[in-house]
């Protein structure tokens, strides 16, 4: 008799995450993007364009194939293959993409700048006292300039890491999994790359007009992940 295989929790999350992941892509595209139409990002107003020229099957075929993308280790293990059509879909949203770059047209995606960009200080004390203890504890970053904050719940710890980029008015944000003792599950998760739209969940040009909006929408998505951890990770 074979023996049900048994899953380290690095890898038991990587599946419930998957599928978990699945599911919000599916809820998004049946319902036209209601998360998504949100995040007033170059790389979202980008794929919603393209989602927008392909019909209701191939929205969901480049779906699958980009969440495989982006959750390949759990798509490996479960041993998931993408199909021809899946891939020729991703592969031909990657070159659209590309060429997007190359010829400019990706530019006007990007939201217009309402103002002048803040500056990290500006950004930094503007994050504190809008988010306060909503995504948890603040805990003090070993990365100059990055603010965490921890939700503890039941043997897991959810941080959220906010860093300001390079320029001014850029906010980037992520989320890591750990365990009791401090052992990381996993890092990077993000909204977009949970629904595997891009690797990463950023603003950029945030001036006082525009940087309420972000920190709502950064809310919910941190949110979102976080209320649905309990099941992730059990």
């Not at 309402?114 to 070993?142: C, E, H, I, W, Y």
């Amino acid at each position: 008799m074979a023996h049900a295989k048994t899953f380290s929790v690095k890898e038991r999350f990587a599946i419930n995450f998957f599928r978990w992941s699945q599911v919000c892509l599916e809820k998004e595209i049946d319902g036209d993007f209601p998360l998504l139409n949100e995040f007033e990002i170059g790389a979202t107003r980008w794929f919603l364009h393209i989602m927008d020229r392909l019909d209701s099957e191939k929205k969901h075929l480049l779906g699958k194939g980009l969440l495989k993308r982006a959750h390949s280790y759990a798509a490996d293990i479960l041993k998931i293959p993408t199909t021809t059509a899946e891939s020729d879909l991703v592969e031909w949203y990657l070159k659209q993409g590309k060429r997007s770059f190359e010829t400019g047209e990706r530019k006007r995606f990007e939201p217009a700048i309402t103002g002048v960009p803040l500056s990290k200080r500006q950004m930094r004390a503007k994050t504190l006292d809008f988010l306060g203890s909503q995504l948890g504890k603040q805990t003090k970053s070993n990365v100059p300039g990055f603010l965490n904050f921890e939700c503890v719940m039941l043997d897991v710890c959810v941080r959220t890491v906010i860093c300001f980029g390079g320029q001014r008015g850029d906010l980037i944000y992520h989320q890591e999994l750990l365990e009791a003792d401090g052992t990381r599950i996993t890092y990077g998760i993000s909204v977009l790359s949970w629904l595997g739209v891009s690797s990463q969940t950023g603003w950029e040009n945030l001036t006082e007009t525009s940087i309420e909006k972000a920190f709502k929408t950064l809310l919910v998505g941190c949110s979102t992940f976080i209320s649905a951890v309990p099941d992730l990770v059990h």
